[in-house]
């Protein structure tokens, strides 16, 4: 027969080592296997407990993102499964971007998107935002003039920014996003 201390000491090592087991266990597999870059948009960093595993340069590719903005734009950073955003650049200052963040489920994306949905800084003057149906399950668009514009969808726990610098049309962005969309 074992004694109580024996029994204590066993239960204790027991207990130790199956937290140990199960913290290792789950830390793997929910951090993501690279580092999040910095976003200059001001984009929220997304939940360390949800990998982010799409890429967002294929949901809007270099000769989509040139039809966007009108002009022949190319890869200049971001991309690659881990990656937050993807962004094209032309020679001059015209350009396109996509982030994106997956959220543990859709009812935290849908309790984050309001913010998701935020001017970038320093460009916040004349901003309207306009709401869209029918696009995801929740979408808007902003503008800022001829500065630039942005459309953001959620669909499910999965939020999408796109933006693009000169002016797009409300039909580009559209069609940005339903490409977008059908990746995700």
């Known amino acids: 027969m074992v004694s109580k201390a024996a029994s204590a000491a066993l239960a204790g090592l027991c207990a130790l080592a199956f937290a140990a087991c199960s913290s290792g266990s789950n830390k793997a597999a929910t951090t993501t296997t690279q580092p999040a870059p910095t976003v200059s948009s ?16 294929r949901l809007l590719t270099a000769s989509e993102a040139t039809k966007l903005v009108g002009i022949a734009v190319k890869r200049s950073a971001g991309g690659g499964p881990g990656s937050l955003y ?4 032309a020679a001059n200052s015209a350009g396109a971007e996509v982030t994106i963040k997956v959220d543990a489920n859709a009812a935290a994306a849908h309790a984050g998107y309001p913010s998701w ?11 309207t935002v306009t709401q869209i149906s029918k696009l995801g399950d929740e979408a808007s668009e902003t503008r800022t003039g ?12 999965v939020l999408v920014k796109i ?13 940005a ?3 977008a969309l059908s990746r995700v």
Request: charged fraction near 10%; glycine fraction near 10%; charge should be negative.
């Open 163 to 175: 933006g693009a610098y000169p002016a797009a049309s409300d039909a580009a962005l559209r069609v």
């Open 117 to 127: 949905v935020q001017p970038i800084p320093g460009v916040a003057n004349g901003l």
């Open 86 to 89: 993807c962004k094209y650049a």
């Open 177 to 179: 996003a339903l490409q």
């Open 42 to 57: 001001g984009a929220p960093t997304p939940p360390t407990d949800v990998p982010q595993m799409i890429d967002p340069c």
């Open 146 to 157: 001829n500065v630039n514009d942005g459309i953001y969808v959620r669909s499910g726990a």
